[in-house]
């Protein structure tokens, strides 16, 4: 078995876009798990899981329209080595992983609007609730968010897929260009 082979096929992505995928990636991987086993926690700890389960998706969303904008002003280096099909469902998986890391914390905090609570970024900074106390609509926007919290697991599996299948089968340089 050869070592693999890391000639990156063109440049590397922006470093502003490399630190905010590592900053979006750093706060998913706490508000996620934190907010998976909020339902699990005694009713003394629950609002410390809620503070930091909803200030880290608040700062998820910031990153991501962050990156948004980051992304149209130096948009992701080309790269003709790929096949167009691998390229293809590359796109269509970061396409929604954007939109769903977007709207994720925007149902949440709706949701956490219309039961009633308010919000303050790590129990220091209010946020004005854009919405009134509304229970019915609070189910329906925490199904939401719940089906889309679901949704980015699977997107992110397919990720790190794509990213086991470029570094382990294909051995090319294309996670290096995120590093």
Known sequence: MSAPSFDVPGQAYHPALRVLHWLT???????????????????????AFYLVHESFGFLVLWVM????????????????EINPSLHLVATLVHGALYAALILQPVFGFLATNAFGFPFSLFGVLPIPSPI?????????????????GYSILVL??????????HQVIRRDAIVQRML
């Open 25 to 47: 990636a750093l706060f998913v991987f706490v508000a996620f798990p934190v907010g998976f086993v909020i339902d699990y926690v005694k009713d003394e700890s629950k609002t």
């Open 156 to 165: 992110f599996c397919l990720h790190i897929g794509g990213v086991l299948y």
């Open 132 to 148: 009134g106390k509304d229970p019915a609509l609070a189910r329906y926007l925490m199904g939401a968010h719940i089906f889309i």
């Open 65 to 80: 329209l962050t990156r948004v904008v980051v992304r149209w002003i130096w948009p992701p280096p080309p790269n003709a």
